[in-house]
């Protein structure tokens, strides 16, 4: 008797890779997700054919999502040519048949990791943020359970005295990426390690983001015009990255956010982070009419 | 007028501002509270003593919302709360405790974070209240630290760096930071040199000479007792065997056991 005796034949038993009690796992710990913004909601990760830490969290919620009509775009660190970027999109298109896109504008599936695209999300959209750690308390507290407890009180009078030190220490608040934030004036989340540029962009959105860690197991959401405020002190402001001077050096747009480039002379150079956000901005300086979006910000400002 | 009124004026009050009334408490086989009540005026200095394990910390404890009886009540007579205290929820404690007790453990790690700074101990209190302005986080915890004879060149130092005495200080001006309506003091000069001790002492009495501040005193040390309290109970195995006036329970103690203390000290 062999193997395939047993076994049997193969034939395919889901839609787009994730078994159907897979995709109910997660659809049911995403609306508990949405039902109550920013609480991370713990779920049963699965496994997919990419290492644990390379986006899994993001992936299981984009497969459990897509359909033959989606359109899915992905992008790493703004890039949608990285090599995890491109592996990740085929292999949505591959398993799901739906159509891939470098372009924001036609994306209904957006799944990133530490970058929100610079143009406006709309309604029709999703955003899935790939999420290494997914507690904003780890750093003020080690003991998970006590976490938990900290956030089922409400209970951030640590995170805000580690603003505290940073100011005592350093003048100014020290978090780059990750910046915690507030949903909906109850739950404090970490954003992902996206740039203090792109959490604002995250505040009364038009469009649901998930956020999904699956190495940690832990979902959470920000549903459409919600509010999401970055912890800061009344007096101190919130301040973003300082790229509104910065000009890219290869699409000409100034007043977005910058990828650094180290030149061979010791100085930087500047590039657009949203790579296919920077190739319309070249293809309309070469006398191409792109579309483009409205975008978040506007001359280096929040618009 | 009576000869309370002549010996103590302050300790004469209609409506006490704390009070417990018979609190139980068991773990496992032990009893560690047997029906305790307690009442603590305005104002006052209510000391407690007894030996390790007589049940003064737990109830300390219990004064700080941090645990719950098997039986009994606690009120604080305060505008919007309620009737008893121990009622409240988790998150209804926290705030309670952030904005209207203060306490300072005997080991200053139970009451610090000793890696952060010591302005940001105090800052945190207020944080926890909702204080959201850095300006104004800083000025309250300088005012606070100085209150406690804090040092101010040295307020941005960790606790781990300072010595006993300064980080009692620093505990004493994270609990008085935003003027709590009553202040727990568990054990707070134990450990300390005698005259680091009389500095951290000195430091109480003025403190609740000019702000008035109501003081639940728990030592075994009853030389600290007779120098700030002006009440004292005395608990033995989980019940209080004896409460009275500082100077009649120190000059006439009563219980067996009271008498034994007293003698033993003397």
Same mark, same amino acid.
């Given at each position: 008797?062999?193997?395939?005796?047993?076994?049997?034949?193969?034939?395919?038993?889901?839609?787009?890779?994730?078994?159907?009690?897979?995709?109910?796992?997660?659809?049911?710990?995403?609306?508990?997700?949405?039902?109550?913004?920013?609480?991370?909601?713990?779920?049963?990760?699965?496994?997919?054919?990419?290492?644990?830490?390379?986006?899994?969290?993001?992936?299981?919620?984009?497969?459990?999502?897509?359909?033959?009509?989606?359109?899915?775009?992905?992008?790493?660190?703004?890039?949608?040519?990285?090599?995890?970027?491109?592996?990740?999109?085929?292999?949505?298109?591959?398993?799901?048949?739906?159509?891939?896109?470098?372009?924001?504008?036609?994306?209904?599936?957006?799944?990133?990791?530490?970058?929100?695209?610079?143009?406006?999300?709309?309604?029709?959209?999703?955003?899935?943020?790939?999420?290494?750690?997914?507690?904003?308390?780890?750093?003020?507290?080690?003991?998970?359970?006590?976490?938990?407890?900290?956030?089922?009180?409400?209970?951030?009078?640590?995170?805000?005295?580690?603003?505290?030190?940073?100011?005592?220490?350093?003048?100014?608040?020290?978090?780059?990426?990750?910046?915690?934030?507030?949903?909906?004036?109850?739950?404090?989340?970490?954003?992902?390690?996206?740039?203090?540029?792109?959490?604002?962009?995250?505040?009364?959105?038009?469009?649901?983001?998930?956020?999904?860690?699956?190495?940690?197991?832990?979902?959470?959401?920000?549903?459409?015009?919600?509010?999401?405020?970055?912890?800061?002190?009344?007096?101190?402001?919130?301040?973003?990255?300082?790229?509104?001077?910065?000009?890219?050096?290869?699409?000409?747009?100034?007043?977005?956010?910058?990828?650094?480039?180290?030149?061979?002379?010791?100085?930087?150079?500047?590039?657009?982070?949203?790579?296919?956000?920077?190739?319309?901005?070249?293809?309309?300086?070469?006398?191409?009419?792109?579309?483009?979006?409205?975008?978040?910000?506007?001359?280096?400002?929040?618009? | 007028?009576?000869?309370?009124?002549?010996?103590?004026?302050?300790?004469?009050?209609?409506?006490?501002?704390?009070?417990?009334?018979?609190?139980?408490?068991?773990?496992?086989?032990?009893?560690?509270?047997?029906?305790?009540?307690?009442?603590?005026?305005?104002?006052?200095?209510?000391?407690?003593?007894?030996?390790?394990?007589?049940?003064?910390?737990?109830?300390?404890?219990?004064?700080?919302?941090?645990?719950?009886?098997?039986?009994?009540?606690?009120?604080?007579?305060?505008?919007?709360?309620?009737?008893?205290?121990?009622?409240?929820?988790?998150?209804?404690?926290?705030?309670?405790?952030?904005?209207?007790?203060?306490?300072?453990?005997?080991?200053?790690?139970?009451?610090?974070?000793?890696?952060?700074?010591?302005?940001?101990?105090?800052?945190?209190?207020?944080?926890?209240?909702?204080?959201?302005?850095?300006?104004?986080?800083?000025?309250?915890?300088?005012?606070?630290?100085? &209150?406690? /004879?804090?040092?101010?060149?040295?307020? #941005?130092? $960790?606790?781990?760096? !300072?010595?006993?005495?300064? @980080?009692?200080? *620093?505990?004493?001006?994270?609990?008085? &930071?935003? /003027?709590?309506?009553?202040?727990?003091? #568990?054990? $707070?000069?134990?450990? !300390?040199?005698?005259?680091? @001790?009389?500095? *951290?002492?000195?430091?109480?009495?003025?403190?609740?000479?000019?702000?008035?501040?109501?003081?639940?005193?728990?030592?075994?040390? !009853?030389?600290?007792?007779?120098?700030?309290?002006?009440?004292?109970?005395?608990?033995?195995?989980?019940?209080?065997?004896?409460?009275?006036?500082?100077?009649?329970?120190?000059?006439?103690?009563?219980?067996?056991?009271?008498?034994?203390?007293?003698?033993?000290?003397?």
């Amino acid at each position: 008797m062999s193997l395939s005796d047993l076994t049997g034949r193969w034939k395919a038993f889901s839609y787009g890779f994730l078994d159907a009690s897979a995709k109910r796992e997660l659809r049911r710990k995403m609306i508990k997700a949405v039902a109550v913004p920013g609480c991370q909601m713990p779920y049963a990760s699965r496994e997919v054919p990419i290492a644990r830490g390379w986006g899994t969290g993001g992936l299981q919620v984009t497969l459990t999502l897509v359909k033959p009509s989606s359109t899915v775009k992905v992008i790493d660190q703004g890039a949608d040519d990285s090599v995890n970027a491109a592996s990740i999109r085929r292999f949505l298109s591959r398993v799901s048949g739906a159509a891939e896109t470098w372009d924001t504008l036609d994306a209904t599936l957006i799944q990133s990791r530490h970058r929100i695209p610079e143009e406006k999300l709309t309604r029709d959209q999703i955003l899935i943020l790939q999420v290494p750690n997914p507690e904003p308390l780890r750093g003020v507290e080690p003991n998970m359970s006590t976490a938990r407890q900290m956030h089922a009180d409400a209970d951030y009078g640590r995170m805000w005295l580690q603003l505290y030190e940073q100011m005592v220490r350093s003048g100014r608040v020290m978090l780059g990426a990750s910046y915690p934030a507030m949903v909906n004036g109850r739950h404090v989340m970490t954003p992902s390690p996206i740039p203090r540029w792109d959490v604002k962009k995250l505040h009364m959105a038009e469009h649901l983001t998930i956020l999904s860690a699956g190495r940690e197991k832990r979902i959470f959401a920000v549903p459409p015009y919600t509010r999401v405020e970055p912890l800061v002190f009344d007096d101190v402001p919130y301040k973003v990255e300082d790229h509104a001077h910065l000009t890219c050096a290869r699409s000409g747009v100034t007043g977005y956010f910058m990828n650094e480039i180290p030149q061979e002379d010791g100085s930087a150079g500047y590039e657009v982070s949203d790579s296919h956000f920077g190739i319309k901005a070249i293809d309309a300086r070469d006398g191409g009419t792109p579309t483009v979006g409205q975008t978040w910000y506007r001359n280096g400002e929040l618009a | 007028m009576s000869a309370l009124m002549k010996e103590a004026p302050r300790l004469v009050r209609t409506q006490p501002l704390m009070e417990l009334s018979g609190l139980s408490k068991t773990y496992g086989n032990v009893r560690a509270l047997d029906d305790v009540s307690a009442r603590v005026y305005p104002g006052e200095v209510l000391g407690i003593v007894g030996e390790s394990g007589s049940g003064k910390s737990t109830l300390l404890r219990m004064m700080n919302l941090e645990e719950s009886p098997d039986t009994g009540r606690y009120r604080l007579d305060l505008p919007e709360l309620p009737e008893d205290l121990f009622t409240l929820d988790r998150f209804e404690r926290r705030m309670l405790r952030a904005r209207r007790i203060g306490i300072v453990y005997q080991n200053p790690h139970l009451g610090l974070l000793m890696k952060h700074s010591s302005s940001g101990n105090v800052a945190e209190r207020l944080l926890v209240a909702g204080e959201r302005r850095f300006a104004v986080l800083r000025e309250k915890a300088q005012v606070a630290l100085e &209150a406690s /004879e804090f040092p101010i060149p040295r307020m #941005d130092a $960790p606790p781990i760096e !300072l010595s006993g005495g300064m @980080q009692q200080r *620093v505990q004493l001006a994270k609990a008085i &930071a935003l /003027e709590p309506a009553v202040l727990l003091l #568990d054990e $707070p000069t134990t450990g !300390l040199d005698v005259s680091v @001790q009389a500095l *951290v002492l000195d430091t109480l009495k003025r403190l609740q000479q000019e702000r008035r501040i109501t003081m639940v005193l728990v030592s075994h040390d !009853l030389g600290v007792i007779r120098t700030m309290a002006d009440r004292v109970m005395v608990m033995r195995h989980g019940r209080v065997v004896e409460e009275g006036l500082a100077d009649q329970v120190f000059q006439d103690p009563q219980h067996a056991y009271t008498q034994q203390l007293v003698h033993a000290k003397l």
